[in-house]
């Protein structure tokens, strides 16, 4: 995928990758209700995602039905390693330094961090 998807983009992809196939209809009704966006606001942006190859779609009588052909793991992982690129040169231990620097990090997310750690040195 060359294209990189935009946040609001992203909104509808988060809907698909929970359930699919699903309609524009359905996917405009699980939509955060607090985005408000029309049903022809959500096919727009289902034409910009089939334009990507993010998602494809098949005939289903009169409408068409919606899936993603992207796994959410690989673009998580993709969006992941860009952030890092780009504001960390590339280096884990400048995030989880800014973020612990900011009070950005739990007792719980420290635990889960020391355990991930644990099991990577293992």
Sequence with gaps: MADRISDAE?????VLWEESPLTAQDVAERIAPERAWSANTVKTLLGRLLAKQAIGHEADGRRYLYRPLIAR????????????????????APLVAHLAERDALT???IAEIEALLKDLKQ
Excluded: I, K, Q
């Design 73 to 92: 793991d690989g673009y998580v992982a993709g969006e992941s390693r860009r952030l890092m690129d780009r504001l960390f040169g590339g280096r884990l």
């Design 10 to 14: 992203h909104a509808v992809m988060e």
């Design 107 to 109: 007792d719980d997310d």
